[in-house]
Nanobody, 124 residues
Framework: QVQLVQSGGGLVAAGGALRLSCAAS????????MGWFRQAPGKDREFVAA????????KYADSVKGRFTISRDNAEKSVNLVMNSLKPEDTAIYYC?????????????????WGQGTQVTVSS
C-alpha cells in the first residue's frame, strides 16, 4: 500500500509561483504513474498533470500548459509540481495521486492512491 504525503502550497498573489511536493511512503515502481488533481469549492475534482513510467511520459491539462511543470525523482520517491504565473482560478485543494500501470490517465477514478490534499489560494 503506497501512502502519499504532500507538502507545499499556501497563499500567493496572482502572477506568483508555488511548489507542491508529494513523497511516497515506499519505493514506487518505475512504471507507477504519479499526478496531481485539484478541486475547487463546488466543483468536481479535475486533472492537472501526470508523469508516468520509466520514460517519464507527461500529460497536462490545457488550463495549466505552459505554466505548470511536473517532475519526478525516482530516487527520492517524490513528484513535484511547480506552478508559475498563477491565476485566481487556480485556487483549489490540490491532491497528489498515484496508480499502478503504464498508462497516463487524466481521470481521477483511475488513480488508486491519494495524498491528503493541500490548499492553494491565489489572490487577485
Amino acid at each position: 500500500q503506497v501512502q502519499l504525503v504532500q507538502s507545499g502550497g499556501g497563499l500567493v498573489a496572482a502572477g506568483g509561483a508555488l511548489r507542491l511536493s508529494c513523497a511516497a511512503s515506499e519505493q514506487t515502481a518505475s512504471s507507477i504513474i504519479m499526478g496531481w488533481f485539484r478541486q475547487a469549492p463546488g466543483k468536481d475534482r479535475e486533472f492537472v498533470a501526470a508523469i508516468g513510467g520509466k520514460y517519464g511520459r507527461l500529460k497536462y491539462a490545457d488550463s495549466v500548459k505552459g505554466r505548470f511543470t511536473i517532475s519526478r525523482d525516482n530516487a527520492e520517491k517524490s513528484v513535484n509540481l511547480v506552478m508559475n504565473s498563477l491565476k485566481p482560478e487556480d485556487t483549489a485543494i490540490y491532491y497528489c495521486a498515484a496508480r499502478d500501470g503504464t498508462v497516463v490517465f487524466d481521470i481521477a477514478s483511475r488513480y488508486e492512491y491519494w495524498g491528503q490534499g493541500t490548499q492553494v489560494t491565489v489572490s487577485s
